[in-house]
């Protein structure tokens, strides 16, 4: 009697046990699914971003690789409900533009969006504003496109303890000589990259006024504002710094419309 009375509770127990785990599979399904379909809706507004961002380089008369885009964020389904986005990041690679018929380079383009405003139905239909609270781009440019620019033979930049230096073969009163040196590099108010080599010297420079004059005019040759192509979102300079990998150029803007770019 006993045991058919343990077997009797032992039933509920298990159909218990059993409801529970079919439950918490459900669940897991669910999830899952919702997951994936999060995933599938971030794809789909990467693309139509880059997309658009790449109407607008082109529009700038620019060239780049395909943009690469990643919204941030999770979940992205929430973010759509609530018409506001955490963070939208673009990458753009070798963005070149024409500048007084010098290719000036920059071999990435880092653009960080946040707190991006944009409806539900802005998104379904396309018209309306889509708007980032600020903006911030970090890019590179080459030395080899600023050298280029410059367009002295032999002519090489680099960045030596945190500045810009130079090296260059000149011939001063018959002499050939290595002149060597650094610039400053500031941001003009026009948005522009001035360089200043205010600080070259060249070993075995003879010790003649005329030959320091000569080569007080070849640095004033080679000091010049750089114009840089247009940059998407209205992106306005900031900061430009020398590293190794070139001249780091900093950008931002706030209240951005990034579906009418620049």
């Given at each position: 009697?006993?045991?058919?009375?343990?077997?009797?509770?032992?039933?509920p127990r298990r159909r218990g046990r059993k409801a529970l785990v079919v439950l918490v599979v459900l669940l897991l399904v669910l999830g899952g699914i919702l997951v994936i379909a999060d995933?599938?809706?971030?794809?789909?507004?990467?693309?139509?971003?880059?997309?658009?961002?790449?109407?607008?380089?082109?529009?700038?008369?620019?060239?780049?690789?395909?943009?690469?885009?990643?919204?941030?964020?999770?979940?992205?389904?929430?973010?759509?409900?609530?018409?506001?986005?955490?963070?939208?990041?673009?990458?753009?690679?070798?963005?070149?533009?024409?500048?007084?018929?010098?290719?000036?380079?920059?071999?990435?383009?880092?653009?960080?969006?946040?707190?991006?405003?944009?409806?539900?139905?802005t998104i379904r239909s396309g018209q309306g504003d889509v708007v980032a609270e600020t903006v911030n781009g970090t890019g590179t440019i080459s030395y080899q496109s600023l050298a280029a620019?410059?367009?002295?033979?032999?002519?090489?930049?680099?960045?030596?303890?945190?500045?810009?230096?130079?090296?260059?073969?000149?011939?001063?009163?018959?002499?050939?000589?290595?002149?060597?040196?650094?610039?400053?590099?500031?941001?003009?108010?026009?948005?522009?990259?001035?360089?200043?080599?205010?600080?070259?010297?060249?070993?075995?420079?003879?010790?003649?006024?005329?030959?320091?004059?000569?080569?007080?005019?070849?640095?004033?040759?080679?000091?010049?504002?750089?114009?840089?192509?247009?940059?998407?979102?209205?992106?306005?300079?900031?900061?430009?710094?020398?590293?190794?990998?070139?001249?780091?150029?900093?950008?931002?803007?706030?209240?951005?419309?990034?579906?009418?770019?620049?």
């Amino acid at each position: 009697m006993a045991q058919a009375q343990a077997a009797y509770e032992e039933r509920p127990r298990r159909r218990g046990r059993k409801a529970l785990v079919v439950l918490v599979v459900l669940l897991l399904v669910l999830g899952g699914i919702l997951v994936i379909a999060d995933r599938v809706a971030v794809g789909v507004a990467e693309r139509a971003i880059a997309d658009q961002v790449r109407q607008e380089v082109a529009k700038q008369n620019a060239q780049s690789a395909p943009p690469e885009v990643e919204v941030g964020g999770f979940p992205f389904l929430n973010q759509v409900l609530d018409g506001r986005y955490e963070r939208i990041s673009i990458l753009l690679r070798e963005v070149r533009g024409s500048v007084q018929g010098d290719a000036i380079s920059l071999p990435e383009l880092d653009v960080d969006a946040r707190n991006v405003r944009a409806s539900l139905d802005t998104i379904r239909s396309g018209q309306g504003d889509v708007v980032a609270e600020t903006v911030n781009g970090t890019g590179t440019i080459s030395y080899q496109s600023l050298a280029a620019l410059l367009d002295r033979p032999g002519l090489t930049l680099g960045e030596q303890g945190g500045k810009l230096a130079v090296t260059a073969p000149v011939d001063i009163l018959g002499a050939k000589l290595t002149v060597t040196g650094t610039a400053d590099v500031t941001v003009s108010k026009q948005g522009q990259v001035s360089l200043r080599f205010n600080n070259l010297d060249a070993e075995g420079l003879p010790n003649l006024p005329l030959a320091r004059t000569l080569l007080n005019n070849y640095a004033k040759g080679i000091s010049v504002d750089v114009p840089l192509p247009d940059l998407p979102f209205q992106l306005a300079v900031r900061e430009v710094r020398p590293t190794p990998e070139g001249l780091t150029v900093t950008a931002d803007a706030k209240d951005v419309p990034i579906n009418s770019a620049g």
